[in-house]
Nanobody, 120 residues
Framework: VQLVESGGGVVQPGDSLRLSCAAS????????MYWYRQAPGKQRELVAE???????YYAESVKGRFTISRDNAEATVHLQMNSLKPEDTAVYYC???????????????WGQGIQVTVSS
């Protein structure tokens, strides 16, 4: 599975951006799609995730500002980012993991990453 991110850029504090990630093929169950980010000098961190059933999780730092969504038919995942802050500046990565019925991951795919810069 190849993942391609789009929608990054340079914005001012308080602005919005919508990231998208398109998979090269339709995903099969059981899978979860993730957005991670990595700021300069920091470890990669989980931003948000969404299961194939639509359950979501958000990091505390983005809760209430970011919304993750997916289109299973199109094999895409989106991250709507509102009220952006300078500390949201990072390279954002799309990730897909496949799981067994026992919740054990057995496949892991990453996009190349896309830059988001929030600066006045």
């Amino acid at each position: 599975v190849q993942l391609v991110e789009s929608g990054g850029g340079v914005v001012q504090p308080g602005d919005s951006l919508r990231l998208s990630c398109a998979a090269s093929e339709r995903l099969f169950s059981i899978n979860t799609m993730y957005w991670y980010r990595q700021a300069p000098g920091k470890q990669r961190e989980l931003v948000a995730e969404i299961t194939d059933g639509g359950s979501t999780y958000y990091a505390e730092s983005v809760k209430g500002r970011f919304t993750i969504s997916r289109d299973n038919a199109e094999a895409t995942v989106h991250l709507q980012m509102n009220s952006l802050k300078p500390e949201d500046t990072a390279v954002y990565y799309c990730n897909v993991k496949y799981y067994t019925e026992y919740d054990v991951p057995f496949a892991d795919y990453w996009g190349q990453g896309i830059q988001v810069t929030v600066s006045s």
